[in-house]
């Protein structure tokens, strides 16, 4: 399973970006996606996450405090793809942005997989 972001750049404050990341591979059901950010010096954390319904409940979605009301992430499950809305950027949100997959790739297996990143800078 590979997973590959684009979508990142240099923006503006208070200016938006949209993140892509696509799966391939072997893959029987991806059970989560999300975002991840890594800014220097400090340790990645999570900046969203949408997690697949099943067959008792919906999907759903969550948000790190920091971007709630800015960022919006969205799947579209027939591709195997995620995406990151972020508007109202902030210099504050300077960071790798990695994307995450919770994924089955066989009956016997589920693991998580990560793409390499992709730079997102806010000039202020």
């Known amino acids: 399973v590979q997973l590959v972001e684009s979508g990142g750049g240099l923006v503006q404050a208070g200016g938006s970006l949209r993140l892509s990341c696509a799966a391939s591979?072997?893959?029987?059901?991806?059970?989560?996606m999300g975002w991840y950010r890594q800014a220097p010096g400090k340790q990645r954390e999570l900046v969203a996450l949408?997690?697949?319904?099943?067959?008792?409940?919906?999907?759903?979605?969550m948000y790190a405090d920091s971007v709630k009301g800015r960022f919006t992430i969205s799947r579209d499950n027939a591709k195997n793809m995620v995406y990151l809305q972020m508007n109202s950027l902030k210099p504050e949100d300077i960071a790798v942005y990695f994307c995450?997959?919770?994924?089955?790739?066989?009956?016997?297996?589920?693991?998580?997989?990560w793409g390499r990143g992709t730079q997102v800078t806010v000039s202020s």
């Open positions: 949408h997690t697949t319904g099943t067959m008792l409940t919906d999907d759903s979605t």
């Open positions: 591979g072997s893959i029987l059901r991806v059970n989560a």
């Open positions: 995450q997959a919770k994924i089955t790739d066989n009956p016997w297996h589920c693991d998580d997989y």
